[in-house]
């Protein structure tokens, strides 16, 4: 019983020394399998000009043969599943690296000394883009709300054939970009046709080919009021307003500035693409205008784009199967604006002439202030310049040389009120100026008397006078001719009528009768004239002989 218990001990250890024995083996052929191919791998491999790896190589020697192995028998059952687990773990990382680059792993063939992998990979395509027309790169360019942008063409890509790759949608058939210069006027815009291949226009995701591909575009420059060409597929996208009088002069823009923008130029769309409604007028852009004054009286607000059924469109829509009409209202709302109140006159004075009123208070001629006023309310006229106010220009000689009146301020030809109620209309106050030169007369006068001073008649107009030889002369007693002159004129004194001058009358019988004495003039030969009239005056008398 002994003895056999200690045979069934022996064959049992014998059955586990066996087991751990194959392991073992397993173990070590796995180990050296994986490194030879990893050496080899390393060592041999090379790209194929289709796009393929592939290596060829020998298994490495160990230096160890399986009786080799067999004499290791001794070491432990751990060692030997940890050597098992390590092998296990490689292989399954070089076949995780191998999936995730899209490779096809071949083994080694069969009665070969060496084996072989092969890495099919699959080869990768360019897309790319190219376009003709674009915008050169110094253009001012905005989009349709006046936002400054810039194009640039799309970068290139790699796909994979069959792959799905997505066509650049940020330029489609459709995309505008406005010029504008330096004022930041809008003068044309460009608009771009969209993406070809081969011709045909594409958009949306398309599977890669078996070879490169390149997406073809045009951009097409439309100046400012041209209208652009339609081509034999296109729809029309065309455009019409009202409620915005023809004639409705300057526009601005809330900021003060003009609004230079007029009705957009019609546009063409193939079916089924995207098409840009038009965004420079949009839904509550309001415009204004302003009266003869510069004051803004009136503001024009814009409904928006609508179709045919009422319906508000904007932004980006796909184009049908038939044109386009888009409509849009202007309403048009008064605003309440002040009213000017101006002064004007005619024939003023220089406003740099030294000028003086009668109480010789320093004037300048100067245009009283005028005002912006509301309806309703009140101005008072200005009472500086009132009617009838005269001033003067002065000589040298501190004389007056020049005399300018006042009319009195006007409205409507009617004198002027002290003031005034303003109502829905501009009002200009008007007045005249008339001038004159400051003159005085210069006139002369006499009296007749008799020898004891009693004043008598003037001979009569057809008297008949002789000289002290009795000769009969011509002579009429008619006083000088008065003169106005401006202060500071030298007056020359009348010498007709002389201090020495006796006419003499005769009788019926041709006798002597009576003679007229001139007294001469009251003033000296010469005389200034100063800021007043002067009578020269001298006395005729008569002596009866």
Known sequence: MTQARGRVKSLSMEKIASGILVAVLIGLLCFFCIGSCSRSSAAKMQASSDGSISTDSGLAQSGASPAAASSDSSKSADSSSATSAASSSAAASSSASMSSSDAVVAGASEG????????????????SYEWSGAPSSGTSLTDAYGMRVGVSIPSSTKVRQNEEFQVNSLYHAGTTVYERNAAGDLTGWYTFSGWKLDGSLVSGILAMPGNDVQLEGTWTYTPQGSTPTPSETSHAVAYSWKGLPDDVGTLYQADGRTWSSGLPATSYCEKGFPYDVDSTYYSGLTLYIRNSNGYTCGSYTFSGWTLSNGTVVSGVQTM??????????????????????????????????????????HVTVTLPDGASLMAGDSFTIDTLFAPGLKLFAYNSDGFAIMQYTFSGWLINGQAAP???????????????????????????????????????????????????????????????????????????????????LILYTHDENGQVNGRYEFSGWDADDQFVLEEEDVTINGTWTFYEQ
Not at 453 to 473: L, M, N, S
Request: hydrophobic content about 35%; overall charge negative; aromatic content about 10%.
């Open 112 to 127: 070969s000394s060496e084996n072989s992998i092969t890495v099919l990979t699959k080869k990768r395509f360019v897309v």
């Open 320 to 361: 049908g199967s038939h044109d386009v009409a888009l409509q849009g209202t202007w309403v048009y709302a008064e605003i309440e604006t002040p009213h000017a109140v101006s002064y004007t006159w005619t024939d003023a004075p220089d406003k740099t002439a030294e000028l003086y009123d009668a109480n010789n208070n």
């Open 418 to 500: 002290a003031s005034i109620l303003m109502g829905n209309a501009d009002v200009t106050i008007t007045g005249t100026w008339t001038s004159q030169m400051c003159t005085y007369n210069v006139s002369y006068d006499w009296k007749w008397e008799n020898e004891e001073g009693t004043p008598i008649e003037a001979p009569a107009q057809d008297t008949v006078f002789f000289d002290e030889d009795g000769t009969k002369i011509d002579f009429k007693i008619e006083l000088p001719d008065s003169v106005d002159k401006a202060p500071s004129t030298i007056i020359q004194v009348d010498t007709r009528f002389t201090s020495d």
